[in-house]
């Protein structure tokens, strides 16, 4: 209302019933209405609806307090014996952890990922049940609910509709989304993911039929058995590392991808998108750190450009498998392809010199390997 105008004179109440006539119009007219007036305010760089900012202590969505505190007790626990560990005298024992750390990790990697996300190769029920073995072992969530939420990750990335959309912080995208009550828009678009190539799978049915059990007994149990009964070791230690050290670690290795991979790195490919090439992610995570090239090319097996296994243990392992026929029909774009989208997208990085054709150096160095 204008500054000293009463709401009771005639003029100005004709004034309102003539700004909200266009209530009245048809729907027809509404809509181009409403579409001229987007195009405007897109034009000027107008937005369309002004949000009140939150105040710092404002949660897009609500905290699950049992997860929160469930993770933050668990990360307070293993960082004391993280910290506490005497690497000297175990350092047998904590190897050992690692390498079942690593297992979960391939699960996750090669399994979960490459796989069953995106489908970038092909395996026989023997690798499969390999896969599904390890990834178990890596206490995540089930086959079809990680597969999904990665699936919408990468649909509607850095959206409202990502499950950990790094444009929410650091935090929130390496674990805070795990403590929260998933995004509205995460839920919706996440009904409309095609799931039924995953399901269909009669080892991922297994999975998600005795999901429960099968993680307590691949991700707790047995990883705890392996020290106390083939290396002697006491239970208290046996406890401390696999089931807080490498627990932990494998976590913040995986989770490392979804915050660090998507934040801090070059961007070779795609300037334009917030994932990047992280190498320090690329060790961790078992060579899921190329996450620029990957978010590009998410059908090439490799999940990066390198012609070779350097800070790519998974793709080592995968060709190792496809040398025995266990895995087939891997997926990857023609060395010209992905040098026309660097040149044309990326923002300069891009080293020509590092692009191997496919499989070269890989099929060479198993044939000096297994003849």
């Known amino acids: 209302m204008p500054p000293n105008a009463s709401s009771s004179s005639p003029h100005i109440q004709e004034q309102y019933e003539s700004d909200e006539a266009h ?3 048809p729907k027809e007219l509404q809509a181009k209405i409403a579409a001229e007036t987007r195009a405007i305010s897109g034009k000027f760089g107008v937005p369309e609806k002004v949000q009140k900012k939150k105040k710092w202590y404002q949660l897009e969505t609500d905290i699950i307090w049992l997860n929160a505190i469930a993770l933050i007790s668990l990360h307070v626990i293993g960082l004391y014996h993280f910290i506490t560990f ?8 904590f190897a050992v952890g690692y390498f079942c750390g690593m297992v979960g990790g391939f699960g996750v990697t090669a399994g979960v990922h490459r796989y069953w996300t995106h489908r970038s190769y ?35 990335s850095e959206t409202d509709a990502d499950p950990h959309n ?30 039924s190539d995953v399901l269909s799978d009669p080892v991922v049915a297994f999975a998600q039929k005795h999901f429960t059990v099968l993680r307590i007994l691949l991700g707790v149990v047995v990883p705890t058995l392996i020290p106390r009964y083939l290396m002697n070791e006491s ?38 998108i917030s994932p990047v090439e992280n190498r320090a992610v690329s060790f961790m995570a078992m060579g899921e750190g190329w996450h620029n090239y990957h978010h590009v090319f998410p059908w090439d097996y490799k999940a990066a450009e390198l012609g070779n296994y350097r800070l790519n243990f998974t793709t080592a392992v995968i060709d190792f498998f496809a040398h025995l026929g266990w895995v087939y029909d891997r997926k990857q774009p023609s060395k010209s392809l992905v040098r026309a989208i660097a040149e ?19 099929n060479e160095y198993l044939r000096k390997l297994y003849g």
């Open 23 to 25: 209530l009245e119009c």
């Open 86 to 93: 005497p690497y000297i005298q175990k350092w047998k024992l």
């Open 122 to 156: 092909k395996a026989n029920l023997p690798f499969r049940i390999i896969l599904m073995i390890c990834y178990l072992s890596s206490g995540q969530n089930s086959i079809a609910a990680w597969v999904r939420d990665h699936r919408v990750h990468h649909k509607f």
């Open 166 to 195: 790094s444009n929410r912080g650091f935090f929130f995208a390496h674990m805070g989304w795990l403590m929260m009550r998933k995004h509205p828009e995460v839920i919706r678009k996440g009904k409309e993911i095609d799931m």
């Open 235 to 272: 239970w208290y230690y046996s406890i401390v590392t696999m089931c807080f050290i490498r627990y932990i670690l494998l976590l913040n290795f995986t989770w490392s991808v979804n915050s660090a991979a998507h934040i801090w790195g070059n961007k070779p490919y795609d300037k334009n």
């Open 344 to 362: 044309n997208r990326g923002d300069g990085s891009h080293r020509i010199q590092e692009v191997a054709e496919p499989n070269t150096c890989e």
